[in-house]
């Protein structure tokens, strides 16, 4: 058994000081990262900005915006080398199980057309495709569709 099978997983507060380390984990993941700016502004804005610690590893993170009645996860992301291991399952349940706490009646989500697994795994925790975003996100070859998901809770 390796030293981080052993060491207890934290969702804990995303402060400044986690943001070299997210980025990081940003550019790994995604062709068309979120700038170090749109992390700052998300912690500024009082968002919900959470990270998946393992000892001193930070295998993830996640930004869900909330409002009364509706939740909108801007984004989650989990390292490279830590995906496919039910970490972004459990990153997402934790938004819920906050959202929940907070009596929000549905989540929202955006995710790209391409990115099957993601929109797999949302599918497999309730989340309903309800519209597409034409040309929503930027692409190697133009844009791509967004696919519109919801939770209700």
């Known amino acids: 058994m390796n030293i981080t099978t052993r060491q207890t997983v934290e969702f804990r507060k995303m402060y400044p000081s986690d943001l070299d380390r ?3 984990i940003e550019r790994e993941i995604f062709l068309f990262p ?3 700016g749109n992390f700052v502004d998300s912690i500024k804005t009082d968002y919900i900005c959470r990270v ?3 000892g001193n590893i930070l295998l993830g993170y996640g930004i869900m915006m909330m409002s009364p009645e ?6 989650l992301g989990i390292a490279a080398d830590w995906q496919k291991k039910g970490w972004g399952k459990q990153l997402l349940q934790h938004f ?4 929940k706490e907070q ?3 549905s989540i929202f989500l955006d995710v790209r057309e391409s990115n099957h697994g993601a929109a ?6 309730g989340f309903q495709q309800i ?3 034409k040309g929503y996100y930027p692409a190697m070859c133009g844009r791509e569709n967004a696919l519109v998901m919801q939770l209700m809770l």
């Open 22 to 24: 997210v980025i990081l």
């Open 34 to 36: 979120w700038s170090l």
């Open 52 to 54: 998946l610690e393992q």
């Open 70 to 75: 509706e939740a909108n996860v801007l984004t």
């Open 96 to 99: 819920i199980h906050l959202a």
């Open 103 to 105: 009596h929000v009646k």
């Open 120 to 125: 797999h795994l949302y599918k497999q925790m």
């Open 131 to 133: 519209a597409t975003r």
